[in-house]
């Protein structure tokens, strides 16, 4: 049997200066799930292919030769898989649909596919494809051992990737009111050090230079997470640079940093999230984050490159508090700056909130992209929150403090940070044009939630 799976990418992902930016900002890779999939079923004897749009075009047309097509779609992705399921669905060929939006959303999506896959596929995904199960939607029990799931073979991606990502571990320890990804990969679970070692070989014998952790918190556990650094670093399973998720106390463990920075882990997203302590009890965030701040300028005494995130919109933060976090994350001198507008994900108590509250301004899906305002903020009004969202990388990436990053952290760090500087610089008017449609969706929303006297 010949399968294709695709994962598709959001139009506005598509666009000119999205993918300058994603130029500079990342390097082509692919979702890790999929390239699972098919490398199971390849194990079977099937022909198993896998395409990510994100960076490149895919040619539909050259995919009707599959007998059976799956996508892996995400919430803002959602528009975009159904659209491939029902090109492939008017041309006779069987569509299977998973992953996130599918598990929280099985209804809507089943109307454009023959198979839902809910939850997590490795248990189900032969007998899917096989047409064993005549169920529509069929939910995938979470994997125990995840020592058995088969390492992907990056042989069978077919668009461009230079990046090889890995998860060892499946979870969070914590559940943000806003997270969907801790509540689909539920519960928390480890891999082996030894699996993920023998992983981590067989990229390098793959001749990969770069390769990106994928857990939510990779040093959740730490006596854990110092035990695989020593044992990358005594194999000498050392690549040019990994990227990794961590919390904000880690930065208090020095014993870590010199780990990570000699295992040449040097690229590690944290959420700051807010300043205001009130806000990251208000989200569940479970951290004292006062205590650490004059501490996480460790980072750079290791190298290590701090990609803040922060997220713009909590109910209990203004537009003072988005911007005193900004300047902070400039003045900490962080690599780079992830400023994600809260976005009430289907199925997530802050979803289920602002339902309630009549807050939602659109259930367009391809906005539901942590960058786009969906819902009636508190402290502003929407069209502010989307414009904190601009500025916030506006006043962020600044030409001056290019030269800072290429100070502490190299030429290269620093001529990336200039390019970002660049991106954000001249496509700041195209981006408003791309959004232009969106921008009207809040107007109107706005106009209808005004008191009629004062419009």
């Known amino acids: ?33 999929p390239l699972i999939l098919a490398t199971m079923l390849r194990n079977r004897g099937h022909n198993a292919a896998v395409y990510e749009e994100l960076y490149t075009r895919v040619d539909l047309e050259k995919l009707l030769g599959a007998d059976v097509i799956g996508i892996s779609t995400m919430t803002s992705t959602a528009p975009r898989a159904f659209q491939i399921a029902d090109f492939f669905r008017t041309r006779g060929k069987r569509v299977v649909i998973g992953g996130m939006h599918a598990t929280v959303a099985p209804e809507e999506t089943l109307a454009h596919c023959d198979t839902v896959v809910t939850g997590e596929a490795e248990s189900v ?25 088969v390492f992907p073979d990056y042989s069978l991606l077919k668009t461009p990737c230079r990046e090889a990502n890995i998860m060892t571990t499946r979870g969070c320890h914590y559940s943000c009111s806003y997270c969907s990804t801790s509540r689909m990969f539920m519960p928390y679970r480890e891999r082996s050090v030894e699996s993920v070692i023998a992983e981590l070989a067989y990229y390098k014998k793959c001749g990969f230079q770069y390769v990106n952790f994928q857990d939510d918190n990779f040093t959740g556990n730490r006596k854990r997470a110092k035990q695989l650094l020593a044992k990358m670093i005594e194999d000498k399973l050392v690549f040019r640079d990994v990227f990794f998720f961590g919390r904000a106390d880690m930065v208090l463990d020095e014993e870590l940093l010199s780990l990570l920075s000699r295992a040449h882990l040097r690229s590690v997203l944290i959420g700051i999230e807010s300043l205001n302590p009130v806000s990251l009890e208000h989200i569940g965030k479970k951290i004292k984050l006062e205590p650490l701040l004059a501490s996480i300028p460790n980072l750079g ?9 922060l997220v713009l919109g909590i109910d209990t933060d203004g537009i003072a508090d988005i911007r005193k976090a900004i300047e902070f994350c400039r003045d900490i001198n962080a690599f780079t700056l992830q400023p ?6 289907p199925r997530t108590p802050v979803y289920k909130q602002y339902q309630e509250e009549h807050r939602m301004v659109t259930k367009d899906w391809q906005y539901f992209d942590l960058m786009h305002a969906t819902f009636h903020p508190k402290k502003m009004s929407v069209r502010e929150l989307q414009m904190e969202f601009y500025n916030a990388l506006r006043r962020f990436y600044t030409f001056r403090k290019s030269f800072t990053i290429m100070r502490i952290y190299g030429f290269g760090a620093g001529m990336k940070r200039l390019g970002l500087w660049l991106v954000f610089v001249f496509t700041a008017f195209i981006t408003r044009m791309v959004d232009a449609a969106f921008l009207k969706t809040i107007r109107n929303a706005h106009q209808q939630r005004l008191p009629a006297s004062t419009k």
């Open 340 to 345: 994600a507008v809260l976005t009430p994900f």
């Open 125 to 149: 995904i032969v007998d899917v494809m096989e047409n064993r199960v005549k169920d529509r939607v069929v939910d995938a029990p979470c994997t125990g051992d995840l020592d058995t799931v």
């Open 301 to 309: 005494k290791y190298k290590i490159k701090l990609l803040a995130s």
């Open 1 to 33: 049997m010949n399968i294709a799976f695709v994962t598709p990418a959001a139009d506005i992902r598509k666009t000119l200066p999205y993918r300058l930016g994603n130029s500079i900002y990342t390097r082509p890779n692919a979702i890790t799930g």
